[in-house]
């Protein structure tokens, strides 16, 4: 099966930085990748996605990198605010399936 | 939520009693998608539907059967509720096999 993975469950960070949510996947025919957002309570949310001819997407205070060689990509989060705290998942599928397959999550807090 | 509703949203039952959970969408998607969520899984795919009949298994499709009568209706059943089975379910939605919209979610417990 596929394996969609991230490499920290947990990342804290204060108000104002930057945030970096990594991501790792195994399938290499994967060609389209989504970054949700997900408030407790709540179903996930989309934030962004990007296509495998693609290595960078921007969206409002986000991107998306894609590094296709090691099978990775990341979520920037700009001036990260205290309503940006949920967990974090991204998922992949290829163009031959209709499934998506997504990592565990990673769970991101925002110190005032 | 992108017009998709599910329900019940709690609900408490007995192993070995059947159990339907609705997913109702007002967009029109043509795919719809059972997802379940647990601790250390993440998300993963019970059954999915891509038009009305058409359904097809996911990853973790044993113990649950689904229909798909209607364009807005998604119907997950649990023949024989089991304890493994107590977990949030979320409903999805998607038109074109990219973005999928979900739902708020349903916090089924078997005891």
């Known amino acids: 099966g596929e394996s969609v993975g991230l490499h920290l469950p947990t990342l804290s960070v204060q108000e104002g930085d930057n945030s970096i949510i990594n991501c790792a996947y195994s399938n290499s025919a994967s060609d389209y990748f989504i970054w949700y957002k997900q408030e407790s309570g709540k179903g996930p949310q989309f934030i962004i996605d990007i296509r495998s001819n693609m290595d960078k997407r921007q969206g409002q205070r986000v991107t998306v990198l894609l590094n296709k060689t090691v099978k990775h990509l990341s979520l920037q989060i700009a001036a990260t605010q205290p309503g940006d705290s949920a967990v974090y998942f991204c998922a992949e599928s290829s163009n031959t399936g209709n499934q998506f397959y997504f990592g565990t999550g990673t769970s991101l807090t925002v110190i005032p | 939520d992108a017009g998709i509703t599910q329900s019940p949203r709690h609900k408490v039952t007995e192993t070995g009693t059947p159990v339907t959970l609705r997913c109702h969408q007002t967009?029109?998607?043509?795919?719809m998608y059972w997802y379940r969520q647990d601790p250390g899984h993440g998300l993963r795919l019970i059954h999915y539907s891509y038009g009305v009949k058409d359904t097809d298994k996911g990853e973790v499709s044993d113990g649950y059967s689904v229909s798909r009568s209607k364009t807005e209706d998604f119907l997950l059943t649990l023949e024989s509720a089991t304890s493994s089975q107590t977990s949030v379910y979320f409903c999805?939605?998607?038109?074109?096999?990219?973005?999928?919209?979900f739902g708020p979610g349903t916090r089924l417990t078997v005891l």
């Open positions: 967009e029109n998607h043509r795919y």
């Open positions: 999805a939605i998607s038109e074109n096999l990219a973005e999928q919209f």
